[in-house]
């Protein structure tokens, strides 16, 4: 990718991109409120969908109106199929091992109320609202959000920068802060520094899209289901000792391998 342009303005892009999906989501969000006889969840979803899918437009424009390769500068680089089910395979352990690092986290900082009513005020009624939250969480959002922080703003920034830590550390960052919810903001910080890594390690934006796409389902499907106490998940209010071990067997396994990819210019 050629620096074409200042860090002002690829931070600039970002920022409206961001706003530019808040603003186009509330407005189909509002349009649900000012209808009474609306489904509101059913407008939620439909929010969370277009809103998450304009934060593309920005960038893409923004990029062709300075005559950027779109595959190259967003990093849609194709990867294997062995490459992909080794991402998944790191990407279970790491969503399991976050998890029980959530359920440690509680018990020195209990979740607020507005985390412990999330899960209810976004439970879909019908069987199509649960297919509209997953396109919305587990598609859409992290194309997104791959595409604009991971694809762009990291690459541009290592380019830039010529610092690949750096490069991570900042875009993590900013990718915590955007998502606005301090008591995650951990959690949402270690996983974009996952994802930056990913992203670096095999040149393209696919491998986190997996990590990224399956964090969100799972958490989502971790939500709305309810795992009791003694099942095979759960242990002594924590995640079972055989799951935790098969995951950290799934990390050590996937990065080991993953680690040594030859790292694409």
């Known amino acids: 990718m050629n620096n074409t342009f200042s860090i002002r303005a690829a931070f600039g892009i970002v920022v409206v991109s961001i706003l530019s999906a808040f603003l186009v989501g509330g407005i189909i969000l509002g349009i649900g409120l000012s209808n009474p006889d609306s489904s509101q969840k059913f407008y939620t979803f439909i929010s969370f969908i277009i809103g998450q899918g304009f934060m593309l437009v920005p960038l893409i424009w923004f990029l062709l109106s300075r005559k950027q390769p779109i595959t190259q500068t967003l990093r849609l680089n194709p990867i294997s199929p062995i490459l992909a089910g080794l991402t998944a395979i790191l990407s279970f352990?790491?969503?399991?091992?976050?998890?029980?690092?959530?359920?440690?986290?509680?018990?020195?900082?209990?979740?607020?109320?507005?985390?412990?009513?999330?899960?209810?005020?976004?439970?879909?009624?019908?069987?199509?609202?649960?297919?509209?939250?997953?396109?919305?969480v587990g598609i859409i959002a992290p194309l997104g959000e791959e595409l604009l922080f991971r694809g762009f703003l990291q690459q541009f920034l290592e380019k830039h920068w010529q610092d690949i830590t750096?490069?991570?550390?900042?875009?993590?960052?900013?990718?915590?802060?955007?998502?606005?919810?301090?008591?995650?903001?951990?959690?949402?910080y270690l996983l974009g520094i996952l994802l930056g890594y990913l992203s670096w390690k095999t040149g393209s934006v696919f491998p986190p899209l997996i990590l990224h796409g399956m964090n969100n389902s799972f958490a989502m499907l971790f939500s709305f289901s309810d795992i009791d106490e003694g099942s095979f998940y759960i242990w002594n209010g924590h995640v079972a000792p055989w799951i935790l071990i098969l995951a950290l067997g799934s990390v050590i396994f996937g990065f080991r391998i993953i680690n040594n990819i030859k790292v694409k210019s």
């Open 93 to 136: 352990g790491i969503i399991v091992l976050s998890d029980e690092l959530d359920r440690i986290i509680q018990i020195f900082v209990p979740a607020p109320e507005y985390i412990v009513d999330l899960s209810g005020l976004l439970q879909p009624d019908t069987l199509i609202g649960y297919f509209l939250l997953f396109i919305a």
């Open 166 to 188: 750096r490069a991570i550390l900042i875009t993590a960052l900013f990718f915590a802060t955007i998502h606005m919810n301090p008591y995650w903001f951990l959690q949402i």
